[in-house]
């Protein structure tokens, strides 16, 4: 199946952020998970998290601060974040828009929260 066909809405929706599955394994990839997330202004930061396998994020639109393991950085549309296994990371939109962003992780990744769960995320399946 090389074409996947875009969804017609997002595919979960989580406190003013929502998810939209493109490419996963519930939708035809295999090796990679593919999925857009859009953060709308004045939502909380994600919680501090790490991941098992590296994630990457492409900003479509909007600004972004990261954290990742204490540092800090902003990010705005062009710009890449590349968040490395085993390392705390948070996220929040600074800016007045949507963040949006195109997000990648192989398939198999799991997030590990600061209580010791493990779960792979569901717009990730």
Avoid: Y
Wanted: glycine share 10%; aromatic share 4%; charged share 15%.
């Amino acid at each position: 199946m090389p074409v996947i066909t875009a969804p017609a809405s997002p595919s979960h929706e989580l406190a003013g952020t929502r998810f939209t599955s493109l490419a996963t394994p519930s939708r035809g990839s295999k090796d990679t998970a593919v999925w857009t997330v859009e953060i709308a202004p004045s939502t909380p930061p994600t919680p501090s998290h790490r991941v098992t396998r590296e994630e990457v994020f492409v900003v479509l639109d909007g600004e972004g601060h990261v954290e990742l393991d204490g540092h800090q950085q902003s990010a705005r549309a062009g710009d890449a974040i590349v968040v490395p296994v085993g390392v705390d990371f948070t996220l929040v939109n600074t800016g007045t828009g949507p963040l949006r962003m195109l997000c990648c992780l192989p398939v198999g990744g799991q997030v590990s929260t600061p209580d010791g769960g493990t779960f792979t995320p569901p717009w990730a399946e």
